[in-house]
């Protein structure tokens, strides 16, 4: 029985015929009556609507499973851009069914890409930039310093760095935004909601960016210290000069990923009525009770965005990579 | 001032005082007539009240307002938008002067804000789908599920704790009783929900009565139930703590509703006049 089993799977037909069912069972819940319509040539005659649903499935699941039959055919790279343009065809296939008014997209997009100036500041996709770089030079210098304190035999610091990462760790970031901008005031301190959405975004992820800093910083191999120890050199140039650079090459890929997170989590501040990004989509969404259209919007200039960063990222990785990998 | 240079003056205050105080009687007007500004919250995600148009400028009848206000105050205006329910927290530390933002005088809110001048009064109105057929006045929505905007007085409503702190407030009774409530950031986030279809996500909705009619006009599928449950009057709130600002703003728009010039921004704005 075991026999028969593994001799199906591993027979080259089997995993189309798992796909094919897969398909059929995934495409049965859906009404394809539009589909189908065009198949019945005079309505009232032929086949019943329910043998027609059953046709409109089959058809659709062999035209996928000879789609990907014919795509496994190519190599490699054109397997992979054939299945990116496909995917994204379908998605903008998604997107057309809402009928939306892309009039209306293209007469605000350029508030929604920050083109042009409010109040002699940022707005829209410019500002969720600026925002995220300042976060990002701010987290890393705090990440660094929580990941040495946490990594100190000083007990002072490295409570410290384990009492900050605690907190910002295990509450969600919402709150710590709210915190920074109602919090502050009852001790004084009124602060803007751009600078507040910096400072709340940087104390977050510089909690999460200082544990991958450690994991980087320990994972040097310790003869590398003692090597430079030997040389005579002292503790802080060591780390800045030895540790520092080989731990980087461990701590850009994770650190990248962050960044990307943080991009999107800015998003979380228009409720501070920051005019970042989200912000735009949302307020010129309601302006006219055209919300999908501005949502849809956003979303892929955020999603522009992140590839943007991922290019980025694989750059500077390839750069910290020299000599290690190829 | 700078946002850093705002950040250090901050903390020197914080170090010296260690609670922030109160306003002080006149502060704020002190603040609006030295600057020459007067800084108003608005919630753009609110037409006709206040939305951004195809310049990425305000527009809206709560903007008008502000605008008129300003300019007989001899002073130039700013807008800020904060979500609503950091606006309706009070404590607003000097971030921002005035609401003109639609807001009902409610008892809880007058604890943290003042409300110098009401300047019109909106119906709040039950929305169903337009396929529903079981609801055919506001009693039958009873026990259904009905979507509201978070912290509003149609929230409080539904809950059957609405107090209307204000002179003038015609009275109203709860015709809806055990509804499963669900809020919603924006009262239009519900109305979303409710033009998917009748019962997919909401049996109806309870909103201002111009806020469903201007949906209604751009193509959602819903329909009034019966006459308006409540008619709320809307006031301008500022921080607590200044009677001379309170006073001056109460002047301003006594005059404005005696000239006429509330009157005729109500007719631009909703095609009739709320403001008597």
């Keep these: 029985m075991q026999r028969l089993w593994s001799d199906l799977i591993e027979h080259p037909w089997a995993v189309w015929a798992i796909g094919f069912g897969a398909c059929v069972l995934a495409l049965a819940p859906f009404d394809l009556s539009g589909l189908v319509g065009w198949l019945s040539t005079t309505p009232g005659q032929g086949p019943s609507p329910r043998a027609l649903h059953w046709l409109g499935v089959l058809a659709l699941s062999s035209l996928l499973v000879a789609n990907g039959w014919l795509i496994s055919r190519l190599p490699f790279q054109l397997q992979v851009l054939m299945a990116w343009i496909e995917l994204l065809a379908l998605f903008l296939l998604f997107f057309y069914s809402f009928d939306l008014s892309y009039e209306y997209i293209l007469g605000r997009l350029r508030f929604l890409l920050g083109i042009g100036l409010r109040n002699g500041f940022l707005m829209g996709a410019a500002l969720t930039l600026f925002i995220c770089f300042a976060a990002i030079v701010a987290s890393t210098v705090v990440a660094l310093a929580a990941a040495l304190g946490r990594l100190s035999d000083n007990g002072i610091a490295f409570g410290l760095s384990t009492f900050y990462t605690s907190f910002f760790r295990g509450t969600p970031l919402l709150l710590q935004i709210l915190l920074v901008y109602l919090g502050l005031p009852q001790i004084g301190i009124v602060l803007t909601p751009i600078p507040a959405a910096v400072i709340a975004l940087s104390l977050c992820y510089g909690a999460y960016s200082a544990e991958i800093f450690r994991a980087g910083i320990l994972a040097v191999p310790a003869g590398q210290r003692e090597a430079a120890r030997a040389l005579g050199l002292r503790e802080s140039l060591i780390m800045a000069l030895i540790v520092l650079p080989q ?64 290019y980025v990222q694989a750059r500077i990785e390839r750069r910290f990579g020299k000599g290690v990998t190829s | 001032m700078a946002p850093v240079e705002k950040l250090l003056s901050g903390m020197t205050l914080g170090a010296l005082l260690i609670a922030a105080p109160s306003a002080d009687a006149g502060e704020v007007l002190d603040r609006v007539l030295s600057k020459g500004v007067m800084v108003m919250s608005t919630d753009p995600e609110y037409p006709p009240q206040s939305s951004l148009d195809e310049n990425n400028e305000f527009v809206g009848f709560d903007i008008d307002v502000g605008k008129e206000i300003a300019e007989r105050l001899g002073v130039k205006i700013e807008f800020v938008t904060p979500s609503w329910d950091v606006i309706t927290a009070g404590n607003w530390a000097g971030r921002w002067d005035i609401s003109v933002g639609s807001m009902t005088p409610t008892a809880a809110r007058r604890e943290v804000l003042d409300f110098p001048a009401i300047y019109y009064y909106t119906p709040a109105a039950l929305a169903v789908h337009g396929d529903n057929q079981d609801i055919a006045a506001p009693a039958d929505a009873s026990s259904k599920t009905i979507g509201v905007g978070v912290a509003t007085t149609y929230e409080n409503y539904l809950k059957q704790d609405l107090v209307i702190d204000a002179e003038g407030a015609p009275p109203f009774e709860y015709q809806i009783a055990d509804a499963d409530i669900r809020t919603y950031d924006t009262d239009l986030l519900a109305l979303d929900d409710l033009r998917l279809g009748d019962g997919v996500r909401l049996d109806a909705v309870i909103s201002a009565l111009p806020t469903i009619l201007d949906a209604i006009d751009s193509g959602y599928p819903l329909k009034v139930v019966g006459d308006p449950l409540f008619l709320e009057p809307l006031s301008v709130a500022i921080d607590k703590g200044d009677p001379e600002f309170g006073a001056k703003i109460s002047g301003i728009v006594t005059a404005m509703r005696d000239d006429g010039t509330l009157s005729e921004l109500s007719t631009k704005w909703y095609g009739a006049d709320l403001t008597q």
């Design chain 1, 247 to 310: 731990a980087m090459r461990l701590i850009i890929p994770p650190l990248g990923n962050q960044f990307i997170a943080m991009l999107k989590d800015s998003s979380l501040v228009s409720v501070l009525g920051a005019w970042e990004l989200m912000y735009m989509a949302r307020t010129h969404g309601r302006a006219e009770f055209k919300y999908m259209e501005m949502l849809i919007a956003a979303a892929l200039i955020y999603w522009a965005m992140s590839v943007t960063f991922e």
